[in-house]
């Protein structure tokens, strides 16, 4: 069963930063990507940054130059780089996983996505 785990999250002023990392056990196929997706409350799950398997990456126009998502293959953990945070970046961040590109476009990733972890809240102050 495959399991994925967030942490890193907290509170912290705008102009500052944090890293996210997601673990990621019990794999038994080949991933397409892995990915960031964010939900505020009233507001619908955004994507936020994802990683296909080739390195490759993509990144809402809203973070940017400020996030970078990166992996360690080996030891199956994901990050999400962030920077320069935003009050407007306040949300709970899952990580996600696909193992078809069907679930890796950004706009897809919370709905589509094939594995989810239960969030990291990350909260921006003014």
């Known amino acids: 069963q495959v399991q994925l785990v967030e942490s890193g999250g907290g509170s912290v002023q705008a102009g500052g930063s944090l890293r996210l990392s997601c673990t990621g056990s019990?794999?038994?196929?080949?991933?397409?990507?892995m990915g960031w997706f964010r939900q505020a409350p009233g507001k619908e799950r955004e994507g936020v940054a994802t990683?296909?398997?080739?390195?490759?990456?993509d990144y809402a126009d809203s973070v940017k130059g400020r996030f970078t998502i990166s992996e360690e293959n080996a030891k199956n953990i994901l990050y999400l780089q962030m920077n320069s945070l935003k009050p407007e970046d306040t949300a709970m961040y899952y990580c996600?996983?696909?193992?078809?590109?069907?679930?890796?476009?950004?706009?897809?990733?919370?709905?589509?996505?094939?594995?989810r972890g239960q969030g990291t809240q990350v909260t921006v102050s003014s």
């Open positions: 990683i296909f398997s080739d390195g490759s990456t």
């Open positions: 996600a996983s696909g193992l078809s590109l069907r679930a890796c476009a950004l706009w897809r990733l919370a709905t589509l996505s094939d594995y």
């Open positions: 019990g794999y038994t196929a080949r991933r397409s990507c």
